[in-house]
């Protein structure tokens, strides 16, 4: 009777050994990523939604196109909650410039404004150099070195407060020195990039809080856009708590 060495036993259950530590290697990775893929609900046009966390993404909005850095860009109201823009359009679908009094009430939560949109301030009245300065808006912002999806909650009063008596908005970041921004800016390149791990907490004129990351202004979110290709289209993600506590855990 021939007997099988103990390398030759062994070598007939290798690939079932390597298939059984593959699956658990796998299995482990999963566990260590946490949440499954993101499946996302259109809204309406460039709005979608992550049922299973309540994080909107917003992609390819509009912002003030077809003006350049001479001729100045509108600034563009958003309302978090309507997921929408409460500028007025033209019969061309441009948005038009929003009415003080319009500025000044409690209807709206981001601005985004300056040179191509790309600066973020919120809406408080009492603030000079805000849009909503002499309004009712008692919203407020601090931008926080924070990955989106880890940022649980929203920092204290005292926080938001120190912030917002250094700066009123977010934009190109260390410009002025010190400014704390949401995007690089290349001198080279005349390009903008999102840094990542940067998250910017909104508090709106209802005292909800929110959490927003900004992706990109360029049309289409490429990879690597040009200074030919079309902006401000804004595309970024956020998760408005709706019942008013500081919890803004999307795990």
């Known amino acids: 009777m021939r007997h099988n060495s103990p390398l030759q036993k062994l070598s007939r259950y290798t690939p079932w050994c390597l298939l059984i530590v593959l699956l658990a290697a796998c299995s482990d990775s999963d566990d260590e ?27 390819d909005l509009p912002g003030s196109v077809g003006n350049t850095f001479e001729s100045g860009h509108i600034p563009i109201f958003f309302n978090l909650q309507d997921h929408a823009v409460i500028n007025a359009h033209d019969a061309e679908g441009a948005w038009l410039t929003l009415p003080e009094a319009k500025a000044q009430d409690n209807s709206w939560d981001v601005c985004f404004s300056g040179i191509y949109n790309s600066y973020i301030t919120f809406n408080n009245g009492n603030i000079e150099a805000t849009p909503g300065y ?13 990955l989106f999806d880890e940022l649980d909650e929203a920092p204290s009063d005292e926080a938001f407060d ?10 190109w970041h260390d410009f002025p020195v010190g400014h704390k921004g949401w995007y690089f800016y290349s001198l080279q390149s005349h390009i903008m990039s999102a840094i990542s791990g940067v998250t910017i907490v909104i508090r709106n004129g209802d005292g909800k809080f929110a959490k ?32 008013g506590s500081r919890n803004l855990s999307t795990r």
């Open 33 to 59: 990523t946490g949440a499954p893929p993101v499946v996302l609900t259109p809204m309406d046009t460039y709005t979608s939604v992550d049922e299973r966390t309540s994080t909107l993404y917003v992609k």
């Open 134 to 146: 002499g309004g009712t808006g008692k919203g407020g912002m601090v931008v926080l070195d924070a």
């Open 162 to 171: 120190a912030f917002m008596a250094e700066q009123t908005s977010s934009g």
């Open 212 to 243: 927003l990351e900004m992706k990109t202004l360029y049309l289409g979110n490429p990879e690597s856009p040009t200074v030919n290709t079309p902006t401000p289209y804004f595309t970024f993600r956020y998760f408005l708590q709706e019942d």
